[in-house]
């Protein structure tokens, strides 16, 4: 057990839906982070948040978005949902910004139908 | 090109054998990760690596920063490393981006 929880492990949806995925980190840790792991494009970063402050952006599309809140849990918020968007979504908790081991969770599967 | 490539893509070993998964890179790094994934589904961390080499059980990592080369060994292998391990790198510049590669699918067969 990482010690990161995300929630929901699976969810399935229709096109044009609106879905938010929660992460509540690892404690102690100030730094999360959200990955997309799609069968054909691998793990790709999306956004990472340190102590609420969004620190670096990836290839994160204008129908998402995130923030992290005080009590430091992050939420992932997925618009207008097309069938692309069908991955595992991984978030992921350090202490700080590029300071060591990465916790991760066990992911959430999102299937768009 | 991928700014990270790793070889070979798949793997199928004996249990007991000796394995290497050979990670490169295109692009100036502050740090290399090696990251394991079960087919369940589920990340961990196995290395965060900045230089030298790090041992953690059965399990060695090593990097050469000029050569822009990591490797992961894993020593008397067994059916429970069956797993994908996938290499990822800190762009230079203390960036907290990563960069992933493709992921090394390994099969160990007792």
């Known amino acids: 057990d990482s010690g990161v929880t995300q929630t929901p492990k699976h969810l399935i949806t229709a096109t044009g839906q609106r879905v938010t995925l929660r992460c509540s980190p690892r404690s102690g840790d100030l730094s999360v982070y959200w990955y997309q792991q799609s069968l054909d494009q691998g793990l790709q970063f999306l956004i990472q948040y340190y102590n609420g402050e969004e620190r670096a952006k990836g290839n994160i599309l204008e129908r998402f978005s995130a923030q992290q809140f005080p009590d430091l849990h992050s939420e992932l918020n997925l618009s207008s949902l097309e069938l692309g968007d069908s991955a595992l979504y991984f978030c992921?908790?350090?202490?700080?910004?590029?300071?060591?081991?990465?916790?991760f969770g066990e992911g959430s599967r999102l299937t768009v139908l | 090109k991928n700014e990270v490539e790793q070889s070979p893509q798949n793997l199928t070993a004996q249990e007991g054998e000796f394995i290497t998964i050979n990670c490169s890179y295109s692009?100036?790094?502050?740090?290399l990760h090696w990251l394991q994934q079960h087919p369940g589904g589920g990340i961990v961390s196995l290395f965060m690596?900045?230089?030298g080499k790090k041992k953690h059980g059965r399990l060695i990592a090593t990097i050469n920063i000029q050569e822009k080369h990591s490797s992961l060994h894993i020593t008397a292998s067994h059916p429970r490393d069956s797993a994908v391990y996938i290499c990822?790198?800190?762009?230079?510049?203390?960036?907290?981006?990563?960069?992933f590669g493709k992921g090394t699918k390994l099969t160990v067969n007792p």
């Open positions: 692009v100036g790094i502050s740090a």
């Open positions: 990822a790198v800190h762009l230079q510049g203390g960036s907290e981006k990563l960069v």
């Open positions: 690596l900045s230089s």
């Open positions: 992921a908790s350090s202490v700080a910004p590029n300071t060591g081991e990465l916790f």
